[in-house]
Structure formats: C-alpha cells, structure tokens
C-alpha cells in the first residue's frame, strides 16, 4: 500500500517559495473570452515578458495553433528561450485549478505531484462546461513523464480553492469544498483528513463564502492569501450596500480569530475591492488578491477601478523585495477568473 505524502514528510510549500517554473495555456477558445481573444492574447504576452529573469514559462498549446502562436510571442518581444512549449488537447487557460500541485519534502529536496480530480466546477453535466471535463487529463502526459512520484487521492478539488502558508496552515471556504457538487456528501473531516495526508497540512482555516456571482462556488484565491507565515491579505468591502460586503466581513471576523499551527493569530491586512459590471449587468467576481506571487515579480490583476493603485501599494508594502506589475484583467475576468487561475508554480 502507497505511503501518503505526509508519512513520506512532503508538504505543500507556500507560493512565495522558490520555484522554477509557472505554467500557462494559451487562450484561445471565444466562450471563455466572447470576441476579446487578441486582447487576451496580448495581456498574455505581458504576462510571459513580466516573468523573464524570474522563471522559466512552459506553455500550453494545441498543435494547430503552435506556430502562429510563436510569431505573436516573437512580435511582442518575448524572450523565446525562456518558453517551452506542451503540445496538449486542453479547453481552458484555469491551470491553477486543474494543473497537479507540488509538494516538497524539504529534508531530501525531492518533489513530487499530488495530481487531484477536475469536474470543470462540479458542474461537467451543464452543456456550458461539458467540454472542459478533458482538462483533467491535460496534465498526465506531462507528470507521467517525470521522473517524480505521482499521488492521486481520487477526490475532486481545484488548486484555487486552497491557500497554504507553508508551515502547516491552509485556508479555504465551505461553499466550495462542501459543496456536493465536488464530493457528494463528503463530511468536512473526511476532507481535512485528505488535505492533512496529501498535502502535510496540520491546521485548517475554513471561511464561509467566497464572492458573489463567482460560478467556482467560492474560491479562496478571490477573497484571502498568504503573503508571509503570519500575514494575510483579506479582500474587504466597505459599502454595507454592496452584496459582498457580509460576505467578506463574515470572512475577516473569522480570520481575526484564527490561529496558526501553534496557536498563533495572525496579522490580517484589508485589500479593497475592485467593481465592475458585465455587460448585461452581472456584477464580476473581481478581486486584488488574485494575484500570483513569482520569484522576482507579483504579477498584479487589475480592472481599471480606482481602487487600482491604492490595492497595488498595499501589495507592493507586503512584497518589498518583489516589482509589482498591474495585468489588466477586464476581459479576461469574462472568462470567470483572473491571473492567479491562470497560472500554477512548479518548484
């Protein structure tokens, strides 16, 4: 019988920690991104210069569309030798949801992937995300090559949905990970008894809800981070007429009280909040802490909101060390997710 990662002392490292590699997947299907595809692909192409000098870039791309894709990355001035290029029959760019997530066992330095089951937001059985169901075998080429060992605990969850700080705490939320439509009536110890033996976890943080309209049924990314062992960044509204505001206020009195592994509070800092509309009206899931933490640089989502710099400077206070670079994410949020979905760290 397979040992689980944490009796083989892996553990699921904090994004903040080095890796060598972020993997993306080229846009390119118009449900996701409705008549915006070259906006997109040119917010993809700040993203791929941003990280050069911080890590490596292994993109996703399908076959047919390889060479134009080239030539659009070579026209912009990005730094070719610095991309290699996956060759896979994918739907979607979300790889933080649908990508394997790293451990570390950091006595040995080994790595290994924990690869989890993806059902497009247990919602496979709606037309609308039927074809996004092939994302969950996107990966298994890839990680079957390696020469890493692959667990997989045959339980379904996405990489958004947890948040670790890399000393034994994870966040996340109830709406999501108990939600039937992930694990049918799965209790919540059951879950954390998964989370503790795939991922080292030793303490878990469970909010209530994530933001409203959010069809990933409340993803962590959008509404709370890690940004050290000890501090996290809260996405907080504060106009009581909004229909976030108890939502995230709910939120923040939880994170107040919580304690780390060793019984420890934490520094809990407030983020404002983006607002945007759809063009039909529908409030966006828009969020700041959607951002995605590299070696070097914290690549920043944005919406042309004048909460913009003001969320950029409490970010840039958090990450002293790191260049923080606003990516506009007005048409990429029609997608339902910004650039922290879009992307997924691998050590």
């Not at 060759?87 to 790293?102: F, G, M």
């Amino acid at each position: 019988m397979q040992k689980t990662p944490k009796e083989l002392g892996y553990s699921m490292p904090a994004e903040w920690e080095k890796h060598s590699v972020i993997w993306l997947a080229w846009p390119y299907d118009n449900t996701t991104f409705p008549d915006s595809i070259p906006e997109v692909e040119k917010s993809y192409c700040e993203i791929i210069k941003a990280l050069e000098g911080s890590e490596q870039v292994s993109l996703i791309v399908r076959s047919e569309e390889k060479n134009r894709i080239e030539k659009i990355l070579q026209d912009s001035g990005c730094d070719m030798e610095n991309i290699i290029f996956f060759e896979e029959d994918y739907a979607d760019v979300w790889t933080r949801d649908y990508a394997p997530i790293i451990i570390l066992n950091k006595e040995s330095g080994k790595k290994a992937f924990v690869k989890w089951n993806y059902t497009a937001y247990g919602k496979g059985h709606d037309a609308y995300f039927a074809d996004l169901m092939k994302d969950n075998e996107v990966f298994n080429s890839i990680i079957n090559k390696s020469k890493s060992e692959v667990f997989r605990p045959e339980v379904v969850l996405e990489g958004g949905a947890i948040e670790s700080n890399g000393r034994g705490t994870l966040m996340t939320t109830e709406q999501c990970l108990l939600n039937p439509n992930r694990n049918g009536d799965m209790s919540k110890e059951k879950y954390e008894e998964y989370l503790k033996d795939y991922l080292g976890i030793e303490n878990i943080v469970w909010m209530k809800e994530g933001l409203v309209n959010d069809h990933t049924d409340g993803h962590i990314d959008e509404i709370a981070r890690f940004v050290s062992e000890d501090t996290i960044l809260c996405a907080y509204e504060d106009d009581e007429s909004d229909p976030n505001f108890a939502i995230l206020d709910t939120n923040f009195k939880i994170l107040e009280n919580a304690l780390d592994k060793d019984g420890n509070k934490f520094k809990i800092v407030k983020l404002p909040m983006p607002h945007m509309t759809y063009d039909d009206g529908v409030k966006a899931p828009v969020s700041y802490t959607n951002f995605y933490i590299s070696n070097s640089v914290v690549l920043m989502s944005v919406f042309n909101d004048k909460n913009d710099e003001k969320a950029q400077a409490i970010i840039q206070s958090v990450f002293p060390n790191h260049k923080i670079i606003g990516i506009d994410c007005s048409k990429i949020i029609y997608g339902g997710g910004a650039i922290h979905c879009m992307t997924m760290q691998e050590a």
